[in-house]
């Protein structure tokens, strides 16, 4: 029998002619952006392609300057790229305007930062109170406890962030992103400042996330110790990307 992320691979294709409108994870094709100007201009994406269905967990790896954080923003709808189409759950953040990508950020994807990013003032429950404060009406808004206790810190609810960990604070990051329901869950670097044991437990907590809430996962990582609990693993070089 097949598992749901393998049946979500063949339901749908990596590459080809297709409607995006169709997906419900994310799709990139053709995306290419440049920066800079004139003699100094360079291909951030260089025609890029990708498809992350719900439920799969992929990860980009490629050396500083290759073009990872480029990727990011661009999924996450905050970069707009020179050419290509980019969309999250089937709807277009290529062609949105800026108020509209905004509203589709806020509904639709979920960051994941090197640090955890968290607010200093606030406990870890608060953390994930505060998005679902100003999340859209049709959001579905998880419960923050409930979340916690997910990912196993329902027992440091009421710590900050000076009193956790990094791999708490990860931890906290990971259950915020998902609080508002995403359907795309953008991850940068979430093992950068941590020990190899607390990489593995920080990334297999990712894949079990993104399975259990069917989340599309696009996961940038120099760490090539945790590819092993990835389903699928891309490189960019140049800012051209490729399976690996």
Request: charged residues 20%; hydrophobic residues 40%.
């Amino acid at each position: 029998m097949n598992t749901p992320t393998e049946t979500a691979r063949q339901a749908v294709p990596t590459t080809g002619a297709h409607d995006p409108a169709l997906l419900d994870g994310l799709f990139m094709q053709d995306v290419t952006m440049l920066l800079g100007d004139g003699d100094d201009t360079v291909r951030a994406l260089d025609s890029v392609h990708l498809t992350v269905a719900p439920g799969e967990f992929a990860a980009v790896v490629g050396p500083s300057g290759s073009g990872k954080s480029s990727l990011l923003a661009v999924a996450g709808g905050l970069a707009v790229p020179n050419s290509g189409t980019v969309t999250v759950a089937g709807r277009p953040m290529t062609a949105a305007s800026r108020r509209a990508r905004t509203a589709l950020r806020r509904d639709l994807v979920g960051f994941v930062f090197q640090s955890g990013n968290l607010l200093p003032a606030l406990t870890a429950l608060d953390q994930l109170r505060l998005p679902t404060r100003f999340a859209s009406a049709g959001a579905v808004k998880r419960d923050p406890m409930e979340l916690l206790a997910e990912v196993g810190m329902a027992g440091k609810a009421d710590r900050r962030p000076h009193q956790l960990s990094g791999g708490e604070r990860q931890r906290v990051g990971i259950a915020r992103a998902l609080v508002t329901g995403p359907r795309l869950l953008l991850v940068d670097e979430p093992t950068a400042a941590l020990d190899q044991a607390r990489s593995r437990d920080v990334v297999q907590m990712l894949a079990r996330e993104t399975r259990r809430h069917s989340v599309a996962t696009v996961m940038v990582t120099h760490d090539t110790e945790v590819l092993q609990y990835c389903d699928s693993v891309y490189e960019m070089m140049d800012g051209a990307l490729s399976r690996v």
